[in-house]
């Protein structure tokens, strides 16, 4: 019998693919073993709060198991509309929220609405490497604006690169940081898309998740942003649901409306269960995201603590999400690194994988137990030793 690879005819992929395999920082490693201890995945530990499970089980039993509008389920957009509402001071109008899969599906929807084959698109370094894969897909072209030392935004150089961009995506708290931008730093940000007429989407999926002593400043908040900006959102981070893959979009009807025409044409809508789960999230659950909140701040003081005891290391203090990114100071390549310390039974991200300006960092996540990050820290201190 001739199996389907005898019979298939030459294939060369879509140019978009291609653009992006060569162009694409982000890293696929070997799977963890039983033995690794993993500080690699940007994923919470916890289960999902019971009740969030109940709504998506009562869902179905109540026959909830058809398509679902376009845009979204009348009672979730009408709650989020609410939620994005309080935190802008403005009324959030029909048309201004879509409801994706997953904070994924929401950038994916937005940047592929946006961006046009020769657009630049301007994006801090180091940042989340799904964002340069996106405009790689859609033909654009990346200005990648490396920060400072300290790891917060050089603003004078995002206003000079922002001259003739079309775009300008960010987030906030930031993936792989853990910097936490403050107001001051969003207000001058809001004025320099401003006068350059950039777009932007505000990519706030840890928002739950700061550290600082100052209230968190979202892009909703501030006056400039209005009109320009499509603020992405996901439940995955703040209540843990990141098998469930649901997000959403908020903006100007025309950028929503645009939006929603790649993610239907992709996705289509967002299964109905899965949306009122994520109601009873919003309404329900704030109690579940103040502790998990709790535990993610101990399990940091934790890790500061050990990354800032071995030596080699210098660790910008992370105020948000649950990473940290430290700098070292051997002479080895950050994926060399990361394969130097899978053989000492820790799994960690290489820094490159976020952007040239990652290069002699790895990232680290807090979001495992107290127990695996201890044991971790160890690890990382043996591996970096064997260096010395």
């Known amino acids: 019998m001739r199996s389907q690879q005898d019979e298939i005819v030459d294939f060369t992929a879509a140019e978009a693919v291609l653009r992006i395999e060569r162009t694409s920082l982000r890293v696929q490693q070997p799977a963890t073993t039983p033995e690794m201890v993993s500080l690699a995945v940007g994923e919470p530990d916890f289960a999902t709060p019971p009740r969030i499970i109940k709504a998506a089980a009562d869902a179905l039993a109540n026959g909830l198991t058809h398509y679902s509008p376009q845009l979204g389920e009348k009672p979730l957009l009408l709650a989020l509309a609410k939620l994005v ?18 904070g994924t599906g929401g950038l994916s929807a937005a940047i592929l609405s946006i961006v046009n084959p020769g657009d630049r698109v301007v994006i801090p370094d180091p940042t989340y490497s799904l964002y340069a894969d996106l405009v790689n897909m859609a033909g654009g072209v990346c200005v990648p604006v490396p920060c400072k030392e ?6 004078a150089a995002l206003e000079q690169a922002m001259q003739g961009a079309r775009l300008f995506v960010f987030c906030n708290p930031s993936n792989p940081t853990g910097i936490v931008h403050t107001r001051e730093e969003i207000e001058a940000l809001g004025e320099i898309v401003k006068a350059s007429d950039t777009l932007v989407v505000a990519d706030e999926a840890y928002s739950d998740l700061v550290f600082t002593d100052q209230p968190f400043t ?3 908040e501030v006056e400039s942003f209005r009109g ?20 959403y979009l908020a903006g100007p009807a025309r950028m929503i409306a645009a939006a929603a025409r790649v993610h239907n044409s992709v996705n289509s809508s967002v299964n109905t269960a899965v949306q009122y789960a994520a109601l009873t999230a919003i309404e329900e659950c704030a109690q579940d995201v103040r502790e998990m ?10 890790m500061i603590a050990g990354l800032n005891a071995i030596p080699g290391l210098t660790l910008s203090n992370p105020e948000g999400a649950f990473y940290c990114f430290p700098s070292y100071s051997a002479p080895v390549s950050s994926v ?4 130097i310390l899978r053989g000492f ?7 490159s994988e976020f952007g040239a300006a990652g290069e002699s960092h790895i990232r680290l996540s807090y979001a495992a137990s107290k127990e695996l990050i201890a044991e971790g820290l160890e690890r990382l201190k043996r591996g970096l030793a064997s260096l010395s």
């Open 336 to 339: 060399e690194m990361v394969g």
């Open 345 to 351: 039974g820790i799994a960690v991200r290489p820094g």
């Open 228 to 247: 320009r900006t499509l603020y992405c959102q996901t439940f995955s981070k703040s209540y843990a649901m990141t098998g469930w893959r649901i997000g």
């Open 218 to 220: 979202s892009a909703l």
């Open 150 to 155: 300290n790891l917060h935004w050089d603003l």
């Open 85 to 102: 509402s309080a935190q802008s001071g403005a009324e959030v109008g029909p048309g201004e929220i879509l409801v994706t899969h997953g």
């Open 293 to 302: 909140h709790k535990v993610y701040a101990e399990r940091r003081e934790l």
